[in-house]
C-alpha cells in the first residue's frame, strides 16, 4: 500500500528481457533505498513492484508480462525518469490517499495548460473508468495521489502546484505521454458491495 506522495524520481539504468515479455529493471535512485530490502514493494510510476537486488544506488525489480501489458512499463528506456515510493509504514501519516500499485489502466495526456502558479492536465482514460472519476475526488497519475479539478464528458482535468511538477515525472510529460492509471479503490469496493 502507498500514499501517492512520490519520494524521489529515479532513472532507468538497464533492461533486461524480450520486448513484451517479463524483463528486469535496474533504477538508479538515493532517498528509497536507505531502508529498501529484498522483498519490499516499491510504486515504480504507480505500478507496485518486488526489490530482487539491492546494489550501491541502483534497486533491480522483476516485471512479468501481464505487468507489460497493463501498464506503461514496457515503453520505459534507458534514461528515462520514474516516480519511486516506498511502502507506506502504518505509523506514518497518509498525506495522499490510499494507493494500491495496482494499475487499472494507462491514459493519454489530451492537453497541458501552463498558469502563472501550476499547470493543468487534461487526462483520457478508457470509459468505464470515468464513472470512478469525481470532482475533488482521488486518483493516482503515474502513482502520484492527485485530486480531481474537473471532469468532463471524455476526460478530466488535474491542477499540478510547482512542488509535484519539479519533483515528479510530470515535468517530463507532453501532450500524447501515456500515463498509469488507478481510480480511487474505494469508489470499486463500494460498487463490488452495493451489486451484491
Known sequence: MFTGIIEEVGSIKGIEGSPGGARRFRIGCRT??????IGDSLSVNGVCLTVVTK????????????????????????????NLERAAAMNSRI?????QGHVDAT??????????????????IPKQLM??????????????????????????????????FEHTVFSSLRVGSSVNIEVDMMAKYM??????
Open 32 to 37: 528509497v533505498i536507505d531502508d529498501l530490502f
Open 55 to 82: 546494489l550501491k544506488g541502483e534497486v533491480h525489480l522483476e516485471v512479468v508480462e501481464e505487468t507489460i501489458k497493463k501498464t506503461t512499463l514496457g515503453s520505459l528506456r534507458i534514461g528515462d525518469p520514474v
Open 95 to 99: 498525506g495522499g490517499h490510499l494507493v
Open 107 to 124: 491514459g493519454k495526456v489530451l492537453s497541458i495548460q501552463k498558469l502563472p502558479l501550476s499547470w493543468i492536465f487534461r487526462f483520457r
Open 131 to 164: 464513472k470512478y472519476v469525481i470532482p475533488v475526488g482521488s486518483i493516482a497519475i503515474n502513482g502520484v495521489s492527485l485530486t480531481v479539478a474537473e471532469k468532463l464528458s471524455d476526460s478530466f482535468k488535474v491542477a499540478i502546484i510547482p512542488h509535484t
Open 191 to 196: 460498487e463490488s458491495l452495493l451489486k451484491k
